[in-house]
């Protein structure tokens, strides 16, 4: 029997604002334990949340990037659960009266277009942080995280494969980082995911029992706890078990996925309205600002890139994929003109001079001018491609221009015609047996005295001269 995975992604991604959803708390990453909070976080009898109005628009601006409709009226209401990085025995999310819903993210998929609908978009605040002694029986609660303000962003069951979901989480923290509403960052937990999935035989329309995976903190680990798990459960129905309903925990050193307990539906969270926050209106007015204030988002550069720099669709992908990479590159090309030439040189030698310092391109410490200015050297004939690449070496080292190296090193290339002349005949005359030779049909000597001529010249010869000249030369004196 021939089996589909049904996949559907929860995914949390932490807001870049400067305090906490509901309270005047800050929000950054890497605190002492607990020094980032108040009563109004803590949930102290009496204290009251007020709404981060900048947290409404930075949900705004994902609905409108993923095609959602947006809610004239949402509602925040109380999700009811206990834990020790709850405080207050409830978190803060939207249920029957989210911010957006039915929208959608496409994708490339088998060379064809797909979309993955979106269920919802909503805001809610996340909770604390439990950190277990790795020697001793007992937890430490770390308050700082609680309060940050988040949006989960709901998709339908519309994807596949574990390499679809990965190419669909890709796509949201793209999107996300490309908005500058959310910094991306995985490890921090700033980009996160749980996955729901299940799997049925093909061509029958009823969901199978599904699972739900948390702890993946990696577009990778998604994709490796998706395929464990779709091959988990096809084993289990090939043997004549039943799947479980149940929360799984992915485990990346043994690279399967364990059971933590069972699955909760909606109605165990005994969902009501909180009663502490009014209705929230999103306004056409308010929304046309919004969007008025979006970047150029992600697909639409990649298509802009291709259309109007002519470069392959491949090089717009990676050029594209992080929005200053994509800023340095249209920076480069505006002042040499030459956007294959741009492509090229910062996807080879400057992405692998920055991966291997794990770098960014914000951290790059070759301008794009300095860039530019070395390939219209280039272009110009000044120096040779081969040169350029110890040039450009030199300038990520030293963050020196490539004028100031060629001048420091002595690269500039011999373009005149008369020395070169002279230094191909000297070089031939030096090799008569091997002109001899090549005159009499051997032709793959012409590269022996194309390497002299270099060796004479320290590389500096301009090689497209130097073979004219030489064939001018070879040719002659065989005549």
């Avoid at 405080?87 to 939207?94: A, E």
Wanted: glycine residues 6%; proline residues 5%.
């Amino acid at each position: 029997m021939e089996f589909e995975a049904i996949i559907g992604l929860e995914v949390h991604a932490q807001l870049l604002t400067d305090t906490k959803i509901f309270c005047g708390c800050s929000s950054k990453f890497g605190a002492a334990p607990n020094s980032h909070t108040c009563p109004v976080c803590l949930g102290m009898p009496g204290v009251l949340p007020v709404l981060n109005k900048k947290v409404v628009e930075y949900a705004v601006k994902m609905a409108l990037a993923t095609n959602c409709t947006i809610n004239p009226t949402c509602e925040f209401a109380r999700k009811n659960y206990f834990y020790p990085d709850l405080p207050k025995g409830y978190q803060i999310s939207q249920y029957v009266y989210p911010l957006a819903e039915h929208g959608y993210v496409e994708l490339e998929v088998n060379g064809g277009k797909k979309k993955i609908g979106i269920t919802r978009i909503h805001m809610e605040e996340d909770a604390g942080k439990l950190l277990h002694d790795e020697y001793n029986p007992v937890s430490y609660v770390d308050l700082n995280r609680t309060g940050v303000p988040l949006i989960e962003i709901v998709s339908e069951p519309d994807i596949r494969s574990a390499e679809e979901a990965a190419n669909y989480l890709k796509s949201l923290h793209e999107v996300l980082v490309y908005l500058e509403i959310c910094d991306g960052n995985m490890e921090e937990g700033s980009f996160r995911c749980d996955a729901n999935v299940s799997i049925r035989p093909k061509g029958q329309k009823e969901f199978g029992t599904r699972a739900e995976l948390k702890n993946m903190n990696s577009f990778r680990n998604v994709q490796r706890a998706l395929e464990y798990e779709i091959k988990r459960q096809q084993y289990i129905v090939e043997n004549g078990g039943t799947v479980v309903q149940e929360t799984r925990l992915w485990d990346d050193a043994q690279g399967a996925t364990h059971s933590m307990r069972g699955k909760e539906e909606a109605h165990d969270y005994r969902y009501f309205p909180d009663p502490d926050l009014v209705p929230v209106i999103v306004d056409t007015a308010w929304i046309d600002r919004i969007r008025a204030d979006m970047p150029e988002l992600p697909q639409d550069k990649r298509e802009r890139f291709i259309r109007y720099y002519q470069i392959p669709a491949y090089d717009a992908g990676v050029l594209t994929a992080d929005k200053a990479l994509a800023q340095y590159y249209e920076e480069v090309v505006a002042i040499c003109a030459q956007p294959k030439q741009a492509a090229n040189w910062l996807m080879g030698d400057v992405m692998k001079f920055l991966n291997e310092d794990r770098r960014t391109i914000r951290e790059c410490p070759i301008i794009a001018a300095s860039l530019a200015e070395m390939i219209n050297l280039v272009e110009a004939g000044t120096i040779s491609g081969k040169m350029a690449k110890d040039i450009v070496e030199e300038m990520y080292r030293s963050g020196k221009g490539p004028k100031e190296v060629i001048a420091e090193k002595g690269m500039v290339q011999i373009t005149d015609r008369d020395t070169l002349i002279h230094t191909a005949s000297v070089t031939v005359d030096e090799h008569p047996q091997q002109a001899a030779d090549y005159r009499a049909g051997k032709e793959k000597l012409f590269g022996f005295f194309v390497g002299q001529i270099m060796k004479k010249t320290q590389g500096k010869a301009n090689p497209q001269l130097v073979n004219e000249i030489l064939k001018e030369i070879l040719d002659k004196k065989n005549d």
